[in-house]
């Protein structure tokens, strides 16, 4: 499975961004979609998920309420960030998982998030 993240871009804080991920070679073996980021000098976190048909979906505590994962056609999915923060400046990371395991295994190869003050 190869995956391509893009849409990220430089915002003022409070502003929005809308990130896209396409999913390719054997997508049929995808169960969760997810996004992480990473800021300098940090670890990788993880950001939001949607499990399989797009029922359940969890987010990490800080972007709840201004972030929203979403599935397009099984193929892709999306990250809608709205009223962003400057600690949300970020390598944003899409990623993919098959049933049965818990650690993502399919990366993308991130898109910079950066939001100014």
């Known amino acids: 499975v190869q995956l391509q993240a893009s849409g990220g871009g430089l915002v003022q804080a409070g502003g929005s961004l809308r990130l896209s991920c396409a999913a390719s070679?054997?997508?049929?073996?995808?169960?969760?979609r997810g996004w992480f980021r990473q800021a300098p000098g940090k670890e990788r976190e993880f950001v939001a998920e949607?499990?399989?048909?797009?029922?359940?979906t969890s987010y990490k505590d800080s972007v709840k309420g201004r972030f929203t994962i979403s599935r397009g056609n099984k193929n892709t999915w999306f990250l809608q960030m709205n009223s962003l923060k400057p600690e949300d400046t970020a390598i944003y990371f899409c990623?993919?998982?098959?049933?049965?395991?818990?650690?993502?295994?399919?990366w993308g190869q991130g898109t910079q998030v950066t939001v100014s003050s």
């Open positions: 070679g054997r997508t049929v073996g995808i169960y969760a």
């Open positions: 949607i499990i399989s048909n797009g029922a359940v």
């Open positions: 990623a993919a998982r098959p049933p049965g395991i818990s650690d993502y295994g399919y």
